[in-house]
Structures are given as structure tokens and as C-alpha cells.
């Protein structure tokens, strides 16, 4: 797997898709103002046999899969179809996102997921985008901070058990939480002490546009803060995984690119949607792009491979190379598989790992320290008490001599 991770940065003609959105589900409990997924919720799922079907045309170079909605986890099959994608495909990394609401079925549902042999790594992804009622508004579902709090809470739990599990938390920057973004931060690190904090830049046509107004000063200071303590493992963001450091380099490239493109609204670096990204939606249409009308066609009606490979995908692929957005899930594979990032990530990887390591032994030596005081305190203790209590020395007696 990982030689054909690498023959993608010189090699992308003719090649599967690396990277998969899959929508799952279009039903959600939720209404978030900056949430621009048509909740058309008469739309005809794919099943899981469906799902199974389409898994098998998938090639191999897939290796990170997001299984979204609306809310992923209102399907009851959800772990099932998680473990589709294990069994059926390369897929090293399964990342669902959700906003957290439906604590019990989400802990027990990842729990059958993590319990199957097939399983390799999961993420789970909570949305966080405010604090208290505050974030209930821009959901607008009560209660749904408490929730999310509960669910982070109890997978966090979940994540001292299993080595390849881990749970983030994700922000969605909009107009309603801009101006606290930074507070906000705060509270996940050092109240919540979250491990990974990653954020999204409203795209799209939100339900409320009014939420695409976004400063780009407060964004800029949100994305430092969070790649201050990532460059410092300060927030160790994904250092458990193989390639985690990796992904953190990639990661705080991806915002630096996003501001970039924003404030210069020009096309910075290719995209490789519809060539190495896609989008499988939950009624089997299959698209190059979540923000772009084109669609392949259907797997329902034609193989996934057959529509990958299409002519109309050739021309996509072509007429998409200059474009550009602040799409996150496809700027990663974007930055990852141009060479032109290759120095700059590796070299961000390695300054992590150096300052993770460093840390790590820093710790070790103060804890020998201490225990090396500590033993040298416990045998005083010892030769103290062999001793015994000091005895004061009799007075010798006068010798008298007796006439």
C-alpha cells in the first residue's frame, strides 16, 4: 500500500480514487445554519448489500474513507458499513463525522465496529462549534452541546481501549462563532483536553448564507493557535498514528493554503477531484465534487469503476485542474500527492516528531530524577533505622581508691 501511496506523486493517469466522501444519509437531526447538504430525505439509500457491491469495483489505491451525511449514525447499519469498506477494500483509515447527539448507538456502534477482526483505523469526528447554548443555536437542536460533550466523553473513554481508535473534535467557522473562536479553543484544550482539534470553513450554499461572512483575521488566528501547539505537541492532533505526523503536516498546510486562496481568490495549486477524490452520495450518484453540479452517473445503474473511468471523467479531470475552494477534504489529497508540497510537509513531519521525542525524553529523565531521589531518600531511611535510636554514652564513674 504505501509504494502505491508514492507512485500517486508522479503518477496519477488512469488511477482510482485515494480519497472517498460517502454520504451515507441525507437525514439528520439537526439544522445547522451553515450546512449546505440537501436534506432531501425521500432519496433512496444504498444498502448495505448495495454498498458491498460497489466496495468490490473500488480499486486499490483507496486508503481514506469519510462516511458522512446529514447524521451518519441514523443509519443502524452504519458499523456494518464501516466494515464493508475493511473487508472489501485497501481503506486504511475509516473517519465518520458526527455531531454527537445520539451518544448511546454511537458508543456501542463504534464499539462492534473496533471489536471486528477486518477493522484497521477509525476516527471519529465530533462537531463542536461553540460553547453551551450558544452552539445549540447554530445547530439548532436542543441540547446538543450536552450531548456531544457526553459522546466525546465516553469515546474518549473508548480510546484508552482500542490503539487504532481516535476521537477528534471539529469546528466549523461561520459568521454566528467567529469572534470566539479563540475562547473556544481554550475551552476544548485545556477544559475538555482534547488531543485533536481540526476546523472547516463554511462552504457552499449554507442554509443561512449569511454564515459565509467570515473574517479571515479571526480564521488566521484560530489556524495559528491550533498549528502553534501542534508544531509544540502541545495538542498532539493524530502522533498516534504510523503516519500521523504526516497528517499534521498536512493539515497545517491545508489552512495556510485555504487562507492563500481566500484572501487572493486565485488558483493556487491543482486539484485532483474526480482523479484522486471523489464523492459517492446516498442515493448511489457518484460525483467528482461536493461543490461542483457534475455527476459521473449512478452505480446503481452502471459499475464504479466503469464511471470512474469514464470519457466524461477524462474531461472533468481536465476542465478541474485550475480550480480552486477552501474545501478541506480535498485540498488534503491535493497537498499530499503534488511534490511541489513534498519538502515543506516533510520537513513540518519531522520538526513534530523531533519535538514530540524530546518531550518524551525530558519526561523520562525528570521521572528518573525523582526516582532516583526517592531511592537515595528511602535508604537513608533504611540506614536510619538499622542504626536504631542514638544512645547517649554512660558517664564513667570516678575510681576512688580506698585507703
Not at 519531522?350 to 519526561?363: D, E, F, I, N
Not at 531511592?375 to 536510619?384: C, I, M
Amino acid at each position: 500500500m504505501f509504494m502505491r501511496l508514492v507512485s500517486l506523486l508522479f503518477w496519477k493517469r488512469n488511477r482510482m480514487p485515494v480519497y472517498l466522501i460517502h454520504s451515507v444519509t441525507e437525514r439528520c437531526n439537526a439544522r445547522c445554519t451553515h450546512c449546505f447538504v440537501d436534506k432531501d430525505c425521500g432519496k433512496r439509500e444504498l444498502t448495505l448489500e448495495e454498498i458491498a457491491s460497489v466496495c468490490e469495483r473500488m480499486g486499490k489505491d483507496l486508503f481514506h474513507v469519510c462516511l458522512s451525511g446529514g447524521e451518519p449514525f441514523l443509519r443502524a447499519d452504519l458499523p456494518e458499513i464501516a466494515r464493508t469498506y475493511f473487508e472489501k477494500t485497501p481503506a486504511q483509515v475509516i473517519r465518520i463525522s458526527t455531531n454527537g447527539f445520539l451518544t448511546e448507538r454511537i458508543v456501542t456502534g463504534t464499539r462492534r465496529l473496533l471489536d471486528h477482526p477486518s477493522c484497521r483505523n477509525v476516527v471519529i469526528e465530533i462537531s463542536l462549534d461553540d460553547i453551551g447554548a450558544r452552539h445549540d443555536r447554530i445547530r439548532l437542536l436542543e441540547r446538543s452541546f450536552d450531548r456531544a460533550i457526553q459522546t466525546y466523553r465516553a469515546l474518549e473513554a473508548l480510546q484508552e481501549e482500542y490503539d487504532n481508535f481516535f476521537v477528534n473534535v471539529n469546528v466549523t467557522v461561520c459568521k454566528s462563532n467567529q469572534g470566539r473562536l479563540l475562547e473556544l479553543y481554550a475551552y476544548l484544550k485545556n477544559e475538555l483536553g482534547i488531543r485533536n482539534i481540526s476546523m472547516t470553513l463554511t462552504r457552499g450554499t449554507p442554509d443561512d448564507p449569511i454564515e459565509k461572512q467570515v473574517d479571515m483575521g479571526n480564521y488566521r488566528a484560530f489556524a495559528e493557535s491550533v498549528e502553534s501547539d501542534l508544531m509544540q505537541q502541545d495538542v498532539p492532533g493524530y502522533s498516534g498514528l504510523l503516519h500521523g505526523y504526516l497528517v499534521n503536516a498536512q493539515n497545517v498546510l491545508a489552512r495556510q493554503r485555504i487562507i492563500e486562496t481566500v484572501l487572493s481568490n486565485k488558483f493556487i495549486s491543482r486539484c485532483y477531484a474526480g482523479n484522486l477524490s471523489g464523492v459517492l452520495e446516498s442515493d448511489g450518484r457518484l460525483r467528482p465534487c461536493e461543490l461542483r453540479p457534475e455527476i459521473f452517473g449512478n452505480v446503481r445503474e452502471q459499475k464504479f469503476d466503469e464511471l470512474w473511468q469514464s470519457a466524461e471523467a477524462r474531461q472533468f479531470q481536465k476542465d478541474c485542474a485550475n480550480c480552486y475552494c477552501t474545501h478541506e477534504c480535498f485540498i488534503a489529497p491535493n497537498i499530499v500527492f503534488n511534490p511541489s508540497y513534498t519538502p515543506k510537509m516533510l520537513q513540518l513531519a519531522g520538526a513534530m516528531l523531533l519535538r514530540h521525542y524530546r518531550r518524551k525524553v525530558t519526561r523520562t529523565l525528570r521521572a528518573a530524577g525523582k526516582s532516583v531521589r526517592a531511592r537515595g531518600h528511602e535508604r537513608a531511611l533504611r540506614e536510619e533505622v538499622s542504626r536504631g535510636p542514638e544512645r547517649k554514652a554512660k558517664p564513667e564513674l570516678p575510681v576512688v581508691e580506698h585507703p
